[in-house]
């Protein structure tokens, strides 16, 4: 007897979905690094991923010393002043030139951290194995089941939008790195330091994008090419929901993870693997319709 074609199995396309979902929340997290930096710069950050790979090797030498939790803390604390440095000495310096100079910087910080990650940790995968509030049974209801690892890296891309919202919207400090982003010469005229809210903005990113090098290090082995992927989808996520928009960044990463587990499930097997591409041609159908994503704001300018 045939077995029924997946798109017969409501309980298989329930899964998909779920399990999107969760592979999708490690998008978010990415996303929402890249997402800050482009608001306070307008420069997308081509080595936030392996920044964050940076991150998680570092993670990896602090877990050989010390429990879990210090190790993450003490990681995301070293990416958050790395980032801040990066921008004052690296990317301020081209800060006026054209926009193409920072994004030929970014590609370099692409190269330099994934280089400095095989010559000080080698090209052998690392042991990074879940860590024990995320280890035990898939949560299950009728067919449908979700990993308790999954559970976590969604439960951590919540707290971190929520952290986010309250910091942007209920700080002073969010206040004035709001006004930094949408304009930096009124914000020097009252007063902001807008040098020190660019620093801060890229340290946020860092540790973001830290979370999320860490997380991904659960599901995946710990090498030099970890992050690469995750970067890509990253990338698609932050543009179909928005490049200004916090809330388009994570609603833009459960898509591109639901997404890509329906191609991978749907596309008959002798296409081969389409995940990537049936993601990205999405983000072009979209993009085509409303070019600034999904949650993003049209610039309108007064002449």
């Known amino acids: 007897m045939l077995a029924a074609p997946p798109w017969e199995d409501p309980d298989l396309f329930a899964q998909q ?77 081209v800060s006026e030139a054209p926009v193409l100079n920072s994004i030929v910087v970014t590609l370099g910080l692409f190269v330099v951290f994934n280089g400095l990650s095989l010559w000080i ?16 049974d898939a949560t ?14 969604l439960v951590v891309t919540l707290i971190i939008m929520v952290l986010l919202y309250l910091l942007f919207q209920h700080t002073r400090l969010g206040l004035a790195l709001r006004a930094t982003a949408q304009n930096r010469t009124a914000s020097r005229l009252v007063g902001i330091p807008v040098g020190n809210m660019l620093s801060i903005g890229w340290g946020l ?15 995946l082995s710990l090498t030099t090419g970890t992050m690469f992927a995750v970067l890509l989808f990253a990338f698609a996520a932050a543009v179909l929901g928005g490049l200004d928009s916090p809330v388009g960044a994570v609603v833009g990463g459960l898509s591109i993870g639901v997404i890509k587990n329906l191609a991978g499930t749907y596309v008959p097997p002798e296409v081969g693997s389409v995940d990537l591409l049936v993601a990205f041609l999405v983000i072009v159908l979209v993009l085509m319709v409303r070019p600034t994503g999904l949650f993003g704001r049209r610039a309108v300018r007064r002449v």
């Open 17 to 93: 979905i779920v399990s999107g979902i969760a592979s999708g929340s490690l998008f978010a997290i990415l996303a929402l690094a890249i997402v800050m930096i482009y608001r306070s710069t307008d420069v997308l950050n081509f080595g936030q991923g392996e920044m964050a790979l940076f991150a998680a090797f570092m993670s990896w030498t602090f877990l050989t010393r010390m429990d879990f939790w210090p190790a993450f803390f003490l990681a995301i604390l070293v990416a958050a002043v790395m980032g801040a440095a990066l921008e004052r000495f690296v990317l301020r310096p």
């Open 121 to 136: 940790w080698g090209s052998q995968p690392k042991g990074y194995g879940p860590f024990s509030v995320f280890k035990g």
């Open 140 to 153: 299950c209801v009728s067919d449908v089941c979700i990993g308790r690892l999954n559970i976590g890296i």
């Open 205 to 219: 990113a860092a540790a973001v994008g830290a979370v999320a090098g860490v997380m991904a290090t659960q599901n």
